[in-house]
């Protein structure tokens, strides 16, 4: 049987980080893992993290199976954060998964299960496993132009044009804030523009939203989802806590199915139901109870959100440097749009062979399509990088 298997194609940015860690190099800089980092390199524990991990450990008296769909109160806890009051608790039908991947993997094998000759349209680029996991399941990506080249920024022109060939029961993937890779984002003026395209045509939207926080803020940051969710009759949204709660390994999401039909909940929360006991049975508990303990005790939730605004402030910070030391260094103002972007990535829009002389000739690794981590600089890297990017070219 073994014998029968194929060699699968290496993931690039698994790839990039083994070829990171055997560069000798001292100066090197990875750009490329999409975690984030403090100043000092490290992936630190939040306080409110390991303050309700103490009290879990002193408090929990079992570790049972918690359920097929995971602990109410997370998944009400998640939905009060990510959407506080635009949509009706009756219309939402939820289920935690293991992490933001989990329930990308379940909104996709739910719209299979729900219409199989459904399209899904994705943002061109958009991140490459929601192009694995769609090719896997045997579905159909459609891309739609997202990123401008020229300027950086959202393509919102050919994006809605692009829009324009969906059909009834297709399904839209869009980022919910902090788009990932490129760090352009859509307003809510342009929100309300594909939402309209979307009730016109009778699409379905599913979101994903892995940064909440990362971005403008955690309220500015739910908005466009908030906007959308209340805007049409039915949306999925996958949601990660990895990002803004630190919790990376403890694999911690959630999935929402929202309908304006209160009266399909049952059959939906059913649903989803049973993909998870098709798929791991019972979702992980630790990280999605410590996340609950947080946004449910005041003092936890004000201690997280403010360090949370810390990790904001200094990736805002550091895209603001960059750009001012890339002005000062190349006498223009075409890296404006890194002060511009949003959440830990940005696009350069460099071609494949300028991001290999980063790594070849500086040491500097990001993603083949230019996709940088922000938040894998500091003061001292900054100016580095930026003499780097004007060296080869870019």
């Not at 050919?158 to 297709?170: E, Q, V």
């Not at 599913?206 to 908005?223: H, N, R, S, V």
């Not at 979702?283 to 946004?295: E, K, N």
Request: proline letters at 4%; a negative charge; glycine letters at 10%.
């Amino acid at each position: 049987m073994f014998s029968n298997l194929k060699e699968q194609p290496a993931d690039k940015i698994l790839a990039l980080m083994q070829m990171y860690k055997d560069d000798p190099r001292e100066t090197k800089i990875d750009l490329g893992v999409g975690v984030y980092k403090d100043a000092s390199g490290n992936t630190p524990v939040m306080r409110a993290v390991k303050a309700a991990e103490r009290r879990l450990v002193e408090e929990q008296q079992s570790k049972a199976y918690v359920g097929l769909l995971g602990a109410p109160e997370f998944s009400d806890a998640m939905i009060d954060l990510i959407l506080g009051d635009a949509v009706g608790r009756a219309n939402i039908a939820a289920a935690a998964t293991p992490g933001g991947t989990g329930a990308v993997r379940q909104a996709f094998e739910m719209i299979r299960m729900a219409n199989p000759d459904a399209r899904v349209f994705v943002s061109d680029p958009t991140w490459p496993n929601h192009l694995s996991i769609l090719k896997y399941l045997g579905m159909e990506a459609v891309p739609y132009r997202y990123f401008d080249a020229e300027t950086r920024g959202v393509d919102f022109a050919g994006m809605i044009a692009d829009l324009g060939g969906l059909r009834a029961g297709d399904v839209v993937l869009l980022h919910g804030c902090c788009h990932n890779p490129t760090g352009a984002n859509l307003n809510l003026t342009q929100w309300q523009e594909v939402i309209d395209v979307l009730n016109a045509k009778g699409a379905v939207p599913m979101i994903d939203i892995a940064y909440q926080g990362f971005g403008d803020g955690l309220e500015a940051d739910a908005a466009a989802t908030r906007l959308l969710a209340s805007s049409v009759p039915e949306c999925l949204i996958a949601a990660s806590c990895s990002k803004n709660f630190g919790v990376y390994r403890e694999r911690t999401g959630l999935l929402m199915a929202i309908g304006q039909d209160s009266g399909l909940r049952a059959v939906t929360q059913g649903t989803l139901a049973f993909l998870n006991r098709q798929n791991y049975s019972f979702p992980p508990d630790h990280g999605a109870r410590v996340v609950t303990m947080i946004l449910q005790d005041e003092a936890l939730r004000a201690d997280w959100a403010a360090e949370l605004e810390q990790v904001r402030g200094s990736m805002l910070g550091l895209r603001a440097d960059l750009a001012r030391e890339l002005q000062r260094l190349s006498g223009s103002d075409r890296f404006g749009f890194l002060a511009e972007h949003r959440g830990m990535f940005s696009r350069l829009g460099a071609a494949p062979e300028l991001v290999e002389k980063l790594r070849s000739e500086h040491g500097i690794y990001m993603v083949g399509d230019s996709r940088m981590n922000i938040a894998g600089l500091n003061a001292h890297t900054v100016p580095i990088l930026a003499k780097a990017i004007i060296e080869v070219g870019i």
